[in-house]
């Protein structure tokens, strides 16, 4: 089936920078999602983007889906503490399916 | 409204034993998946159910792991005989019919010892 690769695995950043997370596919996704999981918690839904170029922004989260819908990108500007936890794509794990295929993960690490 | 319900939030038990969690979707969700998520292997997608009816299980990772939908409110995953290689945070997630968006509950960390 399909699979979704995310990198960087981590990312440390200092309060107040910016972070972003990739994800990417060897074939074309018809949607993507993402999830941000706080440590000790559970992941819970973001965004999804369906249309080729599609951009999206959540206050200081900007997610882009790629023209060729085979790449993704999550921007957090001016990263705060509350922002910490592990950030998932996921993708479906074939054509139009249903059933998920989710990245590992970007963990950001914000230091004070 | 109450999300995805799993109980119990922690279970400690010896290898051999049988283990079930439990899982209670959002009302009027007909999807609910059940998943795996370890530092190694990252989030397993184990079963997917839809309207009841297990759809896909080729995530179940061998003969030990089973599980059940009775009814649109209730789910099962049983582990019998559990092994220490199991132990894991394992999550239950709802959809809403069309939509792929998933909830996920609060997971039930094993740990068999």
């Known amino acids: 089936g399909q699979q979704v690769m995310q990198i960087p695995q981590y990312q440390h950043v200092q309060e107040g920078e910016d972070f972003t997370t990739y994800c990417n596919s060897s074939t074309t996704l018809s949607n993507i999602q993402w999830y941000k999981q706080r440590p000790g918690g559970h992941p819970v839904f973001l965004i999804q983007?369906?249309?080729?170029?599609e951009v999206k922004k959540q206050k200081r989260l900007t997610f882009q889906f790629g023209e060729a819908k085979k790449n993704s990108s999550l921007h957090i500007t001016a990263t705060q503490t509350t922002d910490v936890g592990t950030y998932f794509c996921?993708?479906?794990?074939?054509?139009?399916?249903?059933?998920?295929?989710f990245g590992r993960g970007t963990s950001l690490i914000v230091h004070p | 409204d109450a999300g995805v319900i799993q109980s119990p939030r922690h279970e400690v038990t010896e290898m051999g034993q049988e283990v079930t969690l439990r899982c209670k979707p959002i009302s009027g969700h007909n999807s609910l998946f059940w998943y795996r998520q370890t530092m190694m292997r990252g989030l397993e997608l184990l079963i997917y159910?839809?309207?009841?009816?297990?759809?896909?299980d080729s995530g179940m990772p061998e003969d030990r792991f089973s599980a059940k939908m009775p009814n649109a409110s209730f789910s099962t995953l049983k582990i019998q005989p559990s092994e220490p290689r199991d132990s894991a945070v394992y999550f239950c997630?709802?959809?809403?019919?069309?939509?792929?968006?998933?909830?996920f509950g609060p997971g039930t960390r094993l740990t068999v010892l």
């Open positions: 996921a993708g479906p794990a074939s054509g139009g399916s249903y059933i998920p295929t």
């Open positions: 983007l369906v249309k080729s170029g």
């Open positions: 159910f839809n309207n009841n009816v297990p759809i896909d």
């Open positions: 997630a709802s959809s809403p019919s069309g939509r792929r968006e998933q909830f």
